[in-house]
């Protein structure tokens, strides 16, 4: 059995309209994959299909050549851990209990955190940077820290397969490097991560591949550095942009908006 | 384990959170005891045996039995609604089914059938609660989340109030009234142990399935995105907290009449004690709920005996400047 999260032949139809068309995406472990494209592309919308909470009306999601229709939401959890774009939290928790929410997939249904469940929180909350305010209320948190004491969630679940959208948004650049950094150390432990960005250096340095998506179907998909060229950036957002190298890293600058 | 396995904060956090919980198990058993022992006639039994045994076995337990179960469905149904929602201003009475329950009791009093056989009375709430609940589902759908729900159940809920106003307005006589208007402002008076017996399995039963929520209300404190992520199945767990609260709620409601604010305010007063994880405030919140109306019951008993004034009434009194208090509190945390 491998270990591949691939969608194929995705379509997907939200209150009427279609918003994505005969997508194709197959993650390997150890990959980091960048979901490109322009607000209302369909970047969101393909990551919660390949998490399993939408069933796709065309096309299949599988994990290891079994389709997530067939898993049940646990065990799903446990595989692959979604992080929403929405950063609402409902309740003023403090920081280590929304964490250790994490773990909600392992636990059996009556029993208290193993120390597996402990070391796995200790360990996101280290990640993340967010020990330091584990026993406050998220709700009293900034935008940014907030957004990584989430992260750090989906972390604790120690999954196979994150799902990230949009995690840097509201990040200051200290912490967006951090993050990516560990998206670099999970890659490396076998894991993989499948992230929508809007910050198209990060995903032009740190992703292994793109997909960059149009109006819900595929424009482009391959190596980030085959995917992020001026032309496709021209066709996907609209915008004039220009590719270069800065101390040996890749930089993608939008200049203006085409007319 | 070893000593250093368990973090001190997890130590404190759960010895806090047992001391909240024996406190109020402290405070319930208490007023249990003095609902036993306090009448109208004042404290302590008549000191003629067989008038004694009746009057503690045949009415002052079935009144506390009643008590603490009512308050307790009233509580935890509360707490659960409120986690569901993520809303603090949720409460039993939100899904119809109090309702729906008031309805079918006030119908049976119209049709005569309460005054034919005693038990038309429960029978007719169980009736209406169960009917009304049945139409929320319906009326929500088949895969609905929280918001189609509680507009289901407000739209049930106002219908059931203006039947029920139909009916008071069309009682065939006075006495049926005033019967109607005393019941619907919720009562322990007069309750036996057949009462008790109609509605202790099913408020028992109703109390086990709200109290399997906990964890998935958790999970729902990200978003119902993220709480299925980890695993949550929202089909059944609105399906939980419908067939609980109905159970629960419904025939509490059925031989109690509507009692309220008791499950939108006890969540409130113990947040700040047992936190805000939703799954820590269930137990707790079923505590308090019985607490709070043992302790109403008998403050009503000592302070107004022989007074036509309503346990609901009570309740209501108390509940209703709490809420300005919230509101005040809630004004000075926000405001400048």
Known sequence: MSDTLSARGIGVRLGGRRVLRGVDLSVEPGEIVAVIGANGAGKSTLLKTMSGLITPGEGVVTLGGRSLAELDARSLGREIAYLPQDRTVHWPLTVRRLVALGRLPFRARVAGPSLEDRDAVEEAMAAMDVAAFADRAVTELSGGERARVLLARALAQRPRFLVADEPTTGLDPAHGLTLFAQFVRMAAHGRAVIVALHDLSLAARYCHRALLLKDGSTLALGTARAVLTPQHLAQAYGVRATVAEIEGRPVVLPIEPLP | ?336
Request: glycine content about 12%; charged content about 10%; overall charge neutral.
């Open chain 2, 1 to 336: 384990m070893s000593e250093a396995a368990v973090p001190a904060w997890l130590r404190d956090a759960v010895a806090a959170r047992m001391s909240v919980i024996a406190v109020l198990a402290g405070v319930a058993v208490v007023a249990f005891v003095a609902s036993l022992l306090v009448g109208p006639t004042g404290i302590g039994l008549p000191q003629d045996g067989e008038a004694a045994r009746m009057i503690l076995w045949e009415i002052r337990l079935p009144r506390a039995i009643l008590g603490a179960l009512i308050g307790g469905a009233l509580g935890l149904s509360g707490a659960v609604l409120q986690g569901y929602l993520r809303n603090p201003l949720a409460e039993p009475g939100l899904l119809g089914i109090s309702g729906g329950a008031a309805l079918g009791a006030v119908i049976a009093i119209h049709t005569g059938a309460a005054g034919a056989f005693a038990l038309a009375l429960p029978a007719g709430g169980l009736l209406g609660a169960a009917i009304a609940a049945l139409a929320v589902m319906l009326l929500a759908g088949e895969r609905s989340g929280p918001l189609t729900l509680i507009l289901a159940g407000v739209a049930i809920s106002s219908l059931a109030g203006a039947l029920t106003t139909l009916a008071l307005n069309l009682s065939p006589n006075p006495f049926a009234s005033v019967e109607m208007l005393f019941w619907l402002l919720g009562s322990l008076t007069d309750r036996s142990l057949v009462h008790v017996w109609l509605a202790a399995p099913l408020i028992l039963a109703g109390a086990a399935l709200l109290l399997t929520t906990g964890r998935a209300l958790d999970a729902l404190t990200l978003g119902e995105e993220a709480a299925q992520n980890l695993g949550l199945d929202l089909v059944s767990l609105r399906n939980r907290i419908v067939a609980g609260t109905a159970l629960a709620v419904g025939a509490a409601t059925a031989v109690a009449g509507t009692i309220g604010f008791v499950g939108l305010v006890v969540p409130h007063l113990l947040r700040p004690f047992v936190g805000h994880e939703p799954r820590r405030l269930l137990p707790a919140s079923a505590l308090g709920g019985a607490a709070l109306i043992l302790v109403a019951d008998v403050a009503l008993r000592l302070f107004a005996p022989f007074s036509e004034v309503r346990l609901g009434v009570v309740t209501a009194l108390v509940g209703a400047p709490f809420f300005l208090w919230l509101i005040i509190k809630t004004r000075r945390e926000l405001g400048p």
